[in-house]
Nanobody
Framework: QVQLVESGGGLVQPGGSLRLSCAASGTIFSIYTMAWYRQAPGKQRELVASITGGGSPNYADSVKGRFTISRDNAKNTVYLQMNSLKPDDTAVYYC?????????WGKGTLVTVSS
């Protein structure tokens, strides 16, 4: 069973950057499509970005040009580089691993964008 642990969240000023990491264990990492979701207070969880095992990325319109998802299959880790952060990016960010009907979630890491 795959297990996911996120890290890298924190407090950052508007316009700043953060890099989130998600380390996976207990599986063959490269066969999973990996994704980052976020959930802001009072809102539904939404997809931020995803990346296939082969490295093809997909982004929500709200983060295109600002966020970059990447993965290192040798390190069993997926990253989310977040630049030009805005207060609206404030949320708990969750890592997700998907393969067919199997979907596994991490516990999340909080990102707060505020001056």
């Amino acid at each position: 069973q795959v297990q996911l642990v996120e890290s890298g969240g924190g407090l950052v000023q508007p316009g700043g950057s953060l890099r989130l990491s998600c380390a996976a264990s207990g599986t063959i990492f490269s066969i999973y499509t990996m994704a980052w979701y976020r959930q802001a207070p009072g809102k539904q969880r939404e997809l931020v970005a995803s990346i296939t095992g082969g490295g093809s990325p997909n982004y929500a319109d709200s983060v295109k040009g600002r966020f970059t998802i990447s993965r290192d299959n040798a390190k069993n880790t997926v990253y989310l580089q977040m630049n030009s952060l805005k207060p609206d990016d404030t949320a708990v960010y969750y890592c997700n691993a998907v393969r067919f009907t199997l979907s596994v979630w991490g516990k999340g890491t909080l990102v707060t964008v505020s001056s």
